[in-house]
Structures are given as structure tokens and as C-alpha cells.
């Protein structure tokens, strides 16, 4: 069985979404110095690299990542490849290629280059879902949206209708993965991945690496 890994390593110098913390990783203890162990401290913001979001990120009294259904983060991911033209994933999209109604799909998108060229910080034309697109998946019942850029909403928007459109119906959403190493032969190949999403269970938290 091929084990691909889609998570993106934190540094200094991995993107972070404009106005969250950057990655700070210093030593903490240091057996140079003296110290009986190496220790570090890493300080970064909970959406930083691959994440995933609980409904109170933008839901006000939404569960948090501690609630989240341990199901919808385990079994077979659908990785639907879109053409570098696209920048938008709207709802013609979806309905044109997410016909075996998988209950996870992780969009393998340009973005994913993106995190070979960190040196250029944050990359704000990224591809993102649009909200009618959203609300087709989950009428469609998935249980779990991933993409590969730090979030599934347009650049800068006011009002987050993607992010509600999920979170509100219960709908797990990864952010932050990087999908170039999965095979892909086709705009719309739909590669199965028996592949099982591990993170960090910070209760009480928004986000969770």
C-alpha cells in the first residue's frame, strides 16, 4: 500500500495566513550549554500549515476540535485534481466531478506548488471553493473537504459564506495539505487513498494541527 504524506512542515519560513502568528521554533534547552536535553519551543497560530478547522472557528458556540466526529477523519479520501487554469471551485465543478459521492474529497489544485516557493511568503491568488460549491458537497453528504492552500475561502473575504456553509453543517474541513506527490493522471482523477488523517487534539481549540 503506497502511504503518501500530504501535511506541510512548519518553519520560519512556511506561509501563514496574513494577519495570523508566524512560526517561531527556538531552543529551549541545550546540551551545548550545559542542559541535559536538547529541547525546543515552537510558538505558531493553530491554522498554520496542515490543519484542520471545528465549527466554533467561525461558528460562536460551535464545537470545538475535542467534539469533532472521529469518522469523518478516518477511511478513504476522493483526491479530485483540477486543471491550473481554474481558480474558482464552483458548483458546475463539483457536480461534474465529484460523481462518486465519496464522503471525503481533497482538492489537488496549483496550490499545492505553492509550497515549493515559500521564499515567496504568502501566495494570495490561491484556488479556493466557492459557497454554492460548498453547499452542493454537503447536500451531497461528505463528511470531510480538504484543499491544499491555507483555506477554502476566497482571499480576504468578509463574511466567510464557505467556511459557515461547512462548519455549520457539521462538515470537517482540512486545510494547508500538499497534494503534489499524489499521482494523478487526469483533470478530474479521482486517485483512492486508504489513508487515515492524523492531529493534534487541542481541546478547547478552534483549529488543530
Not at 504568502?122 to 491544499?148: C, M, N, Q, T
Not at 500538499?178 to 481541546?203: G, I, N, Q, T, W
Request: with cysteine; net charge negative.
Amino acid at each position: 500500500m503506497q502511504v503518501y504524506d500530504v501535511s506541510v512542515p512548519l518553519s520560519a519560513n512556511t506561509p501563514t495566513y496574513p494577519g495570523d502568528p508566524s512560526i517561531a521554533i527556538k531552543h529551549w534547552l541545550r546540551m551545548a550549554k550545559g542542559d541535559h536535553a536538547n529541547v525546543s519551543r515552537i510558538d505558531f497560530g493553530l491554522h498554520s500549515g496542515t490543519h484542520v478547522d471545528a465549527p466554533a472557528h467561525f461558528i460562536e458556540g460551535g464545537a470545538k476540535v475535542g467534539s469533532l466526529p472521529i469518522d469523518s477523519l478516518l477511511g478513504e479520501a476522493e483526491v479530485i485534481e483540477v486543471a491550473p487554469h481554474i481558480d474558482v471551485i464552483d458548483k458546475g465543478f463539483v457536480a461534474a466531478n465529484c460523481v462518486s459521492r465519496s464522503p471525503r474529497v481533497l482538492f489537488k489544485t496549483r496550490n499545492s506548488l505553492f509550497w515549493g516557493d515559500t521564499e515567496r511568503g504568502f501566495h494570495e491568488d490561491y484556488v479556493y471553493i466557492d459557497p454554492e460549491a460548498a453547499r452542493w458537497l454537503v447536500e451531497s453528504e461528505v463528511k470531510l473537504v480538504g484543499i491544499d492552500y491555507l483555506s477554502v475561502e476566497k482571499f480576504d473575504s468578509d463574511s466567510f459564506p464557505t467556511h459557515l456553509a461547512f462548519l455549520s453543517r457539521g462538515v470537517v474541513i482540512v486545510e494547508g495539505l500538499d497534494l503534489r506527490a499524489v499521482p494523478a493522471d487526469s483533470f478530474a482523477c479521482r486517485s483512492k487513498l486508504p489513508e487515515a488523517v492524523a492531529m493534534v487534539l487541542l481541546l478547547g481549540s478552534y483549529c488543530a494541527p
